[in-house]
């Protein structure tokens, strides 16, 4: 082997590569398949103990799939049933037989096409790192040992800021709009209704946003490694960067209103400073010419 090559390099023709590759997507969409069955498995009955009835049920369709108690436990409950403390100085006051907040379905096959995307989200998630380690594999032969170090670093910590940016999108973001909403309609007295598709599509499109939005340190960290900026520039074009950001969360947010997207510049803005402190760091660091 040549010293100008990878370590790792294999002679390959294309179709060997392409091949490898779908052999690797194959195997992270068995875990994806495998991810999403089980969620349509019925949810074991722990107090009960009654193994047979849980599988009857399965097969007469009157079973609860796992992908329903994680949707009330975990979607509803800890998402939707906080944002019903909301009070207002309005004098109109829901009475407590009446939820301030409601789920409707406008279609035949709206519950279940919910489900289904549900499961798709919940299961996209978990395979996410198996996406990751596959196409690390196969790239992993192209790379030299200072870029091999390079994806090492980056990769995994680009994976664990996107699922941060997911819990607080989960946890935090979603919920706060939620409560403006609900603060708002408690206000002037509407009834807050929401369809199945519009609060899957906002729910949705919140954690991938908070997710994508949380790459901002690593992309930064990212193009100073390869000497494509510096801190200095990042610096001087604070402001043209601040207001061109600006603009992109005010067209793609999720939930297009001001005060959503007035909340997501400000997390920007923190995660654009820490990536600027993080940049400094790796310029110092870096060897100079």
Not at 14 to 23: A, C, D, F, K, Q
Not at 95 to 103: D, L
Not at 133 to 138: A, D
Not at 251 to 273: G, H, K, Q, V
Request: charged share 10%.
């Amino acid at each position: 082997m040549s010293e100008d090559r990878p370590p790792y390099d294999r002679e390959l023709p294309l179709w060997e590569h392409i091949r490898e590759l779908g052999v690797r997507l194959r195997r992270a969409l068995i875990v994806f398949a495998i991810v999403f069955i089980v969620l349509w498995l019925p949810m074991p009955d722990v107090s009960s103990h009654n193994i047979a009835k849980v599988v009857v049920g399965f097969f007469t369709m009157e079973y609860n799939p796992i992908i329903a108690y994680i949707y009330r436990h975990y979607v509803y409950s800890l998402v939707t049933a906080p944002a019903k403390s909301v009070t207002c100085a309005s004098n109109y006051v829901v009475s407590n037989s009446t939820q301030p907040i409601s789920i409707i379905s406008t279609t035949v096959l709206g519950p279940f096409v919910f489900s289904v995307e549900l499961s798709m989200v919940i299961a996209l998630l978990v395979t996410i790192p198996v996406f990751v380690y596959e196409i690390y594999q196969y790239v992993k032969p192209a790379l030299y040992p200072h870029e091999l170090r390079a994806v090492k670093r980056y990769v995994w910590i680009a994976t664990a800021l996107f699922y941060l940016g997911v819990f607080i999108g989960y946890y935090f973001v979603f919920p706060a709009f939620l409560r403006i909403s609900l603060f708002w309609s408690c206000l002037f007295g509407f009834v807050h209704m929401l369809t199945v598709s519009g609060f899957l599509d906002t729910f949705i499109a919140t954690l991938f946003f908070a997710g994508f939005l949380f790459e901002t340190p690593i992309i930064m960290a990212l193009l100073t490694q390869a000497g494509l900026v510096t801190p200095d520039m990042l610096s001087r074009n604070r402001p043209y960067i601040y207001f061109g950001v600006l603009v992109a969360i005010a067209i793609i947010n999720p939930d297009p209103t001001l005060i959503s997207t007035l909340l997501w510049f400000i997390m920007f803005i923190a995660l654009f400073e820490a990536g600027y402190i993080w940049s400094k760091t790796i310029y110092k660091n870096m060897p100079k010419m």
